[in-house]
T-cell receptor
Framework: DQQVKQNSPSLSVQEGRISILNCDYT??????FLWYKKYPAEGPTFLIS?????DKNEDGRFTVFLNKSAKHLSLHIVPSQPGDSAVYFC????????????FGKGTLLTVNP | GAVVSQHPSRVICKSGTSVKIECRSL??????MFWYRQFPKQSLMLMAT?????????EQGVEKDKFLINHASLTLSTLTVTSAHPEDSSFYIC??????????????FGPGTRLLVL
């Protein structure tokens, strides 16, 4: 049972345009969500996060939106740059003493010059 | 800040040997470290969670006698793959969570270790 789903395995956008990466979750107990960026053969790099008490968090070109009623979050990157090309993972946490993260399968973003 | 290193980055070993992978938090104290495994084009699969000074908590289906985890200090955790077999070949990634994090939920990842068992 996959609790965090990224239904689009890949996304291609033009440089300068907006990239929108989507993530859905099934467990309503998740209270913290994170986005990571990963290049091949490297560890994930933390991008941005959002608490369940908020619906938006912005950091530079990156904005994460959370819709709790729909159990959906999205990452917006604007403007997109070729260097943004990577796999983006959505992750969710239940909180508690272990803070385990549940990851989606990732979306490969390709930004074309 | 919040840098995590892993060593080695790549290792090739013979079947039946043991391999140790180190994970270090370089500029913060990691109260909790996590070990993940990633298969090609798949998500990160959590193997175990370790808190400094206590035994690791393994996820269901992960053999604790095969994947030995030691978290002896607040900056170092090790994963030893014992009696490695070709099916253990994978990309192993550690992460750390600590007081340097933006929030207690944020994990910072190491660069990963590519293990190839011949």
């Amino acid at each position: 049972d996959q609790q965090v789903k990224q239904n689009s395995p890949s996304l291609s956008v033009q440089e300068g345009r907006i990239s929108i990466l989507n993530c859905d979750y099934t467990n309503s107990m998740f209270d913290y969500f994170l986005w990571y960026k990963k290049y091949p053969a490297e560890g994930p790099t933390f991008l941005i996060s959002i608490s369940s008490i908020k619906d938006k968090n912005e950091d530079g070109r990156f904005t994460v939106f959370l819709n709790k009623s729909a159990k959906h979050l999205s990452l917006h990157i604007v403007p997109s740059q070729p260097g943004d090309s990577a796999v983006y993972f959505c992750a969710a946490s239940l909180g508690g003493s272990n803070y385990k993260l549940t990851f989606g399968k990732g979306t490969l973003l390709t930004v074309n010059p | 800040g919040a840098v995590v290193s892993q060593h080695p980055s790549r290792v090739i070993c013979k079947s039946g040997t043991s391999v140790k992978i180190e994970c270090r938090s370089l500029d913060f104290q990691a109260t909790t470290m996590f070990w993940y495994r990633q298969f090609p084009k798949q998500s990160l699969m959590l193997m175990a969670t370790s808190n400094e000074g206590s035994k690791a908590t393994y996820e269901q289906g992960v053999e604790k006698d095969k994947f030995l985890i030691n978290h002896a200090s607040l900056t170092l955790s090790t994963l030893t793959v014992t009696s490695a077999h070709p099916e253990d070949s994978s990309f192993y990634i550690c992460s750390a969570r600590g007081l340097a994090a933006l929030s207690l939920e944020t994990q910072y990842f190491g660069p990963g270790t590519r293990l190839l068992v011949l």
